[in-house]
């Protein structure tokens, strides 16, 4: 069966989820929590790409980024292989570090967000290393709380924006948030373990079929599009 080919348009927010190869673990103490830490933050840089939220669990990540230029693919690739090389090298191995193509779901902002960053900040919990998410020191949650400092990469204003009006009352809001544990927060769970690659209504999904129709008959991007796009948001 042929690949689905991914759609590369800026503006839409993205949950991307990476595997160890075979599930090993690809996070074995602090210093390979930093280094994915540090090349993340080289691509954000390299590719201007906005990440809002992620979470380092031993054996997989969680990223939610949006892109700003035609590049989302390159760019998960060079951080997974970037890692990768480096984590052979450490550890003495050689071979795959992760597990096949990278998962990707575009997920509409409204109705949908709020609950993938509960499903991100709450791996850790889900797995029981933790009883409070703002425990785990390898995600954002505790910085987009306003608990730790903010890592240069990350871009908190996105997510913090649609939980209030000032700063104090976003991070508030953030944490009682993701600390919920409401049937609908634990019903979207399964919707982003699921298979589905657009998560959002009717008329989101046409609008990013159409987005990527578009995109297959273009040999190139449109000269305007190679610019920062806005991010992609149905009401």
Not at 99 to 107: A, L, T
Not at 180 to 199: G, N, Y
Request: charged content about 25%; aromatic content about 10%; overall charge positive.
């Amino acid at each position: 069966m042929a690949r689905r080919k991914r759609i590369q348009t800026p503006g839409l927010i993205r949950h991307v989820m990476s595997r160890g190869n075979g599930r090993m673990k690809i996070f074995l103490d602090d210093q390979d929590f930093r280094k994915f830490k540090y090349i993340l933050g080289d691509v954000v840089d390299e590719f201007e790409l906005e990440c809002w939220d992620f979470c380092l669990m031993h054996n997989h990540y969680h990223l939610c980024v949006c892109p700003r230029r035609w590049n989302f693919s390159e760019a998960i690739q060079r951080l997974n292989g970037d890692y990768g090389l480096w984590w052979n090298a450490r550890h003495g191995r050689v071979g795959h570090v992760f597990q096949g193509r990278f998962k990707d779901q575009i997920v509409q902002a409204d109705g949908y967000l709020e609950n993938l960053t509960t499903y991100i900040a709450c791996n850790p919990r889900r797995a029981r290393l933790v009883k409070d998410p703002i425990a785990w020191s390898w995600s954002s949650c505790a910085a987009l709380a306003g608990l730790v400092p903010v890592p240069g990469f990350l871009s908190t204003e996105p997510l913090l924006s649609r939980f209030g009006d000032s700063l104090a009352e976003q991070q508030a809001a953030y944490l009682r948030h993701v600390r919920s544990t409401s049937p609908s927060a634990i019903a979207a769970e399964e919707r982003f373990r699921s298979k589905e690659w657009i998560l959002g209504d009717a008329a989101f999904k046409r609008t990013v079929r159409k987005s990527g129709e578009r995109a297959k008959t273009d040999a190139q991007p449109p000269r305007e599009a190679l610019q920062p796009q806005p991010l992609i948001v149905l009401a």
